[in-house]
């Protein structure tokens, strides 16, 4: 029915830049909110950020003014600038969407894959 896939992650040194994206596919009426979230080794799955369909962001403490939420409607896709990295930040990191389909128009939660973000001199 409906898939989320993310792409961008991979091995960055401390103070480095990464973009991460996500993109949906599928019986895609409309997507309302998405966002990331991330989950470090021996942690509790944690929200980074969220944009909701008209362009409203949130932002975890811990990432405010280093990363930047975006999304691209046209493409179904959601992205993740993360700038300034810290070891910290090391995690997989998982995209969301709540998704309207053209037969359920209510809309559902969606999650992808995960992608590996590893900050590391």
């Known amino acids: 029915q409906v898939q989320l896939v993310e792409s961008g992650g991979g091995l960055v040194q401390p103070g480095g830049s990464l973009r991460v994206s996500c993109a949906a596919s599928?019986?895609?009426?409309?997507?309302?909110?998405m966002g990331w979230y991330r989950q470090a080794p021996g942690k509790q799955r944690e929200l980074v950020a969220t944009?909701?369909?008209?362009?409203?962001?949130n932002y975890a403490d811990s990432v405010k003014g280093r990363f930047t939420i975006s999304r691209d409607n046209a493409k179904n896709t959601v992205y993740l600038q993360m700038n300034s990295l810290k070891p910290e930040d090391t995690a997989v990191y998982y995209c969301n969407a709540n998704i309207r389909t053209y037969h359920y128009m209510r809309g559902n939660d969606y999650w992808g894959q995960g992608t590996q973000v590893t900050v590391s001199s």
């Open positions: 944009i909701t369909s008209g362009g409203s962001t």
């Open positions: 599928g019986s895609i009426f409309s997507i309302n909110a």
